[in-house]
């Protein structure tokens, strides 16, 4: 591990590209301290925007189409990452790039953005990360540092950190400063749930499509959608052209699988007509498909679904209570 | 294809819907210019009513018989009818549920007798759809300019669009807005048809419904939430029934009515 | 001759309202101004819901006039519970309510009335030969919105301005703007104003009648009171509001009527200019020097530059009104109780209104509305005779559009005037 001062870090970091800061509210391009906890807005908005203008069209006769792609290609450091926001960036590499075909906007995002992560030392009262083998000190990410007072410990991860950082003088740290590492460590890790997802959780849901189980978890549920929007692995999108007299453009936007509207076909069938039917797809989503897929589950227990539901819904308990589901088949 | 032929109506309402129309300052004689306006008694004298139209907008509730008549005939004459705001949509403040209590008993304690006047007959205030096929929807307490000028294209185009059935909250999770309901204050937000932006959430006030309850609202979740918050059942019954039409707030007593008999109140 | 006019439905008014002529043997039998609106029982819609309810309930009255229907049931929940709130927010209610007052007074001067005396049927056909005036009115109305979505929350029915207080305070710079854009816009108005000029007014219908309108108690032209003024030199309590104004129903109105000690009497911009003349300032008191004349008394066709006028009047106090609203702290409001009455008195762009309610417990009890084109329907069918029996006289044929003129003059809000009230048992 080495060391260096705060200030020092951030003033070499500013010359190297745009610096956006994790506050307590989110990313934001600010002169604000990097904040050690889980913020309220993830790094979701950073890698895959709420709205983003993928081209603009033009039909100048009126017929044929010309087109202009637009991308994203500022180089970014996305700085003061919770290991559980680097997790989930991990999770949507593996739809978005790992996955073919490569979606080329998210892939040119990614790429220009160099991920300097954060160690988690507040972590929050609803945190389970540790249920899926990782916790508040993992490291993850370009960069890893640890916020031990005025100094941060720092750990180049990969090629793209040891760019960055390419002429910044680093200290060893000191004895005295691992030590206060291991200390907040050892808090930070006592804080986070494990909420105790058995190995077959995946099949154990599957097996139990048409269970009432689902009925009696999605009662509560409002389908306001809240849950989508924070959750940092949310990915589900839509595309509209919106147009205007002979010239308009196509853009993308966050959407949930929580609206009626979200799988309704242009024929006029739903094939999820109820509150039930999208709740269980989430759940399926998040802890049986993906794993079945991916190997992994789409979930990387930062518990903002939990604080923000109106309703109290928490998923760390249907979790639980899935678990107990028998495999019959 | 000439000019598509439109009118735009209003039965019993505050008007708030073709005001706002009026209101697209910037876009107003365009609006005039792509349409052939064949009637729109509120800006123009000039009007004609034996055309066939294309498109015919209708705001305001069924409440007398004249209103249905016009109603029949607007409907008769038009390709596609639009029922544009909450009164056309679901019948208004003016269709809220009281209670149990018949209207014209309402009626009688206002004007001092059923048939006090005599211009009309007045009927119980229902929505377009509890007498014609309404081919389309926009929705609003009033309706907006945008989604109103979006509308007006698609129809140009001959395109009938889907009305968007999501709740306020997605628009007010858009806006990144703290919820009320966690914060233990009413809000219909999860109930309510979006489109408004949530324009009153966005100022710390709750949700009142006034865009009318989406198709598959969830309100014996809501109405639970709201007990469990310390809301009394006739506070929430009120709450819901302002803009919530006569069924709803109906269903919602007896439900929470019997959850209340059963102790889970 | 016999002839039976039907005007039916009324173009250019908010609305759904008819003019009905019975003429026997060339003499005047029967003037109606139907109202065709169906009822919506708003007094008993509020029965039972509390502050915040009733206010959504009762601004859903009138689209265009939303604003003063709700600040009327504010002001008389208010006094009903005993709640004071601070100067900052009552000058921000202020600032909302001349922003209703520009842009329905635009919509109205602009594209409902002056059409019909330049023989257009619409204000879009009178754009190609007057664009300066109809474009300048559209601003000037986009103007009045803007006002309303940055302070009420919305151009119609915004939810910003509560019991007690108000949701969010607007931002300095949206101040700022409105600021700035009221000066900008003086002159536009002022070129409304001076196209009166070029108006001929009709004379075929003139009377004497009565103007009620408010009567500011700090001696100011403004547009809230707790005093009814009559230009007979009379004023009255807002509570004691049944006493001068009495109420019945016709047959032919789902609107109820109003006199005063028995005779028909006028509400709206001209009442409000004549009986307050003395206190207007500014450019508005110019021009209304200017134009003034003792037609105004006898001839509603003046409601119309009376608007106009009144526009201007809040133009030009909106930039000191912005001022003290930066400087003025945000105080606490405090409530009294939880059972009351209380009376709301303020001026709708159309004239006086009227809110009574009584709460019990924090929700409302019983409620009575009057509202200002129910009051104006007598007068207006008044001057409708006169101009039927001149014109007749005159050997005139097409009576419909006199008539309609007449109508469109008060600005009448049918919407509003549909209402109910029911004689409490005092």
């Keep these: 591990m080495k060391r260096i001062a705060k200030s020092k870090l951030i003033e070499f970091l500013k010359s190297k590209g745009e610096l956006w800061v994790k506050t307590r509210e989110g990313f934001q391009q600010s002169d604000a301290e990097a904040f050690a906890g889980r913020a309220s807005k993830s790094v979701k908005n950073m890698v895959l925007p709420r709205e983003e203008t993928l081209l603009v069209f033009f039909k100048p006769d009126g017929k044929n189409v010309d087109y202009d792609e637009i991308y994203d290609d500022r180089k970014r450091i996305l700085f003061g990452l919770s290991p559980c926001d680097a997790k989930s960036i991990e999770l949507l590499d593996l739809t978005f790039i790992k996955t073919s075909p490569t979606d080329s906007y998210y892939k040119q995002r990614r790429e220009n953005s160099v991920l300097v992560v954060l160690a988690c030392n507040s972590p929050s009262k609803t945190c389970f990360c540790k249920s899926f083998g990782y916790g508040p000190f993992t490291e993850l990410g370009d960069v890893f540092l640890v916020d031990i007072g005025d100094v941060y410990l720092v750990k180049i991860l990969s090629d793209k950190g040891k760019a960055l950082l390419e002429g910044l003088e680093l200290e060893d740290a000191a004895d005295a400063e691992l030590a206060k590492l291991e200390e907040l460590k050892s808090t930070a890790e006592s804080k986070v749930q494990d909420i105790g997802i058995p190995k077959d959780i995946a099949d154990r849901l599957y097996a139990n499509f048409e269970s009432d189980f689902w009925e009696k978890i999605a009662f509560r549920c409002v389908n306001c959608g809240a849950c989508t929007f924070y959750c940092p692995t949310c990915y589900c999108f839509d595309i509209q052209d919106v147009e205007r007299t002979n010239w308009g453009w196509r853009e993308r936007t966050w959407d949930s699988c929580m609206f009626a509207i979200y799988s309704l076909e242009t024929s006029g069938h739903n094939p999820r007509p109820t509150g039930m039917h999208r709740m269980r797809n989430r759940i399926m989503h998040k802890f049986s498909y993906y794993e079945k897929i991916h190997g992994q589950h789409l979930c990387v227990g930062c518990g903002r679904c939990v604080d923000v539901c109106p309703t109290g819904f928490d998923i760390r308990e249907v979790v639980k209570q899935a678990a107990k589901l028998e495999v019959t088949r | ?265 | 001759m016999d002839k039976h006019i039907f005007i039916e439905p009324l173009a250019r008014v908010e609305g759904h309202g008819g003019i009905e002529v019975y003429i026997e043997n060339d003499m005047v039998k029967e003037v109606k101004f139907e109202i065709f609106e169906g009822p919506r029982l708003f007094e008993q819609l509020v029965v039972g819901k509390d502050p915040q309810e009733a206010v959504a309930i009762a601004s859903r009255i009138c689209a265009i006039c939303f604003v003063s229907h709700t600040l009327a049931e504010i002001r008389a929940i208010e006094r009903a519970l005993d709640v004071k709130v601070g100067r900052k927010i009552h000058l921000l209610r202020k600032l909302a309510h001349y922003g209703e007052m520009i842009e329905s007074h635009s919509l109205h001067y602009y594209l409902l009335a002056l059409p019909d005396y330049f023989g257009y049927p619409d204000a879009i056909a009178m754009i190609r030969q007057f664009p300066d005036e109809v474009i300048g009115g559209l601003e000037l109305k986009k103007f009045g919105n803007k006002v309303m979505e940055i302070v009420a929350g919305r151009r119609i029915h915004g939810e910003n301005l509560q019991v007690g207080g108000i949701g969010k305070i607007p931002t300095d710079e949206e101040l700022e703007w409105i600021k700035l854009r009221a000066m900008e816009l003086i002159p536009t108005i002022e070129r409304g104003i001076q196209f009166w000029n070029e108006v001929d007014v009709p004379d075929y219908l003139e009377e004497e009648t009565i103007f009620i309108s408010v009567w500011p108690e700090d001696g100011t032209y403004d547009f809230r009171a707790d005093t009814i003024y009559v230009s007979t030199g009379e004023t009255y309590a807002a509570d004691d509001y049944q006493t001068a104004l009495n109420e019945r129903v016709v047959p032919h109105s789902f609107a109820k009527r109003c006199r005063y000690k028995g005779k028909p009497y006028s509400v709206g911009a001209l009442a409000r200019i004549l009986n307050m003349r003395d206190r207007l300032d500014g450019l508005a008191a110019d021009y209304f020097k200017k134009l003034y004349n003792e037609r105004w008394h006898k001839n509603p066709h003046f409601n119309n530059i009376a608007q106009a006028i009144e526009i201007l009047y809040c133009l030009e106090h909106i930039p000191k009104l912005v001022d003290e609203i930066k400087a003025t702290p945000l105080e606490e409001s405090t409530r009294g109780r939880d059972t009351g009455a209380g009376t709301g008195l303020v001026e709708a762009p159309r004239g006086l209104l009227i809110h009574h309610t009584e709460m019990e417990n924090g929700r409302v009890k019983y409620a009575d509305y009057l509202v200002p084109t129910a009051q104006n329907l007598d007068d207006a069918e008044k001057y409708m005779r006169n101009a039927v029996k001149n014109l007749l006289k005159q050997g005139v044929q097409d009576l419909e559009l006199p008539l309609e003129m007449i109508a469109r003059a008060y600005d009448p809000c049918i919407s509003c005037s549909v209402h109910l009230v029911k004689v409490i048992k005092k």
Aim: with cysteine.
């Design chain 2, 1 to 265: 294809m000439g000019k598509p032929k439109i009118g735009i109506y209003g039965l019993t309402g505050c008007a708030g819907d073709q005001l706002n129309i009026l209101n697209c300052e910037d876009e107003l004689l365009k609006l005039f210019d792509i349409f052939e306006i064949k009637s729109f008694v509120m800006a123009s004298r000039e009007k004609d009513e034996n055309v066939q139209l294309d498109v015919a907008f209708v705001e305001g509730s069924v409440s007398t018989e004249k209103d249905l008549e016009e109603l029949l005939a607007i409907r008769k004459k038009s390709k596609i009818l639009v029922a544009i705001g909450h009164c056309a949509i679901y019948g208004g403040v003016q269709a809220m549920f009281r209670g149990g209590e018949e209207w014209i008993e309402r009626y009688k304690r206002v004007y001092g007798r059923e048939n006090a006047v005599t211009l009309s007959k007045p009927l119980e205030p229902k929505p377009l759809s509890a007498y014609v096929k309404v081919d389309a929807v926009l929705h609003g307490c009033p309706i907006e300019k945008e989604p109103f000028l979006k509308l007006a294209g698609k129809l140009a185009h001959g395109v009938i669009p889907r009305t968007p059935d999501y709740p306020v909250c997605a628009e007010c999770r858009w806006k990144e807005n703290e919820c009320l309901l966690l914060k233990g204050q009413i809000c219909l937000g999860p109930l309510t048809n979006a489109g408004c932006g949530a324009i009153c959430p966005s100022l710390n006030i709750g949700c009142i419904g006034c865009w009318g309850p989406i198709r598959e609202e969830n309100w014996a979740s809501e109405a639970d939430l709201l007990v469990e918050k310390g809301y009394d059942i006739d506070e929430i019954v009120t709450r819901f029934s302002v803009f919530g039409g006569t069924e709803r707030a109906q269903k919602l007593e007896q439900f929470l009515r019997s959850r209340k008999e059963k102790g889970n109140g």
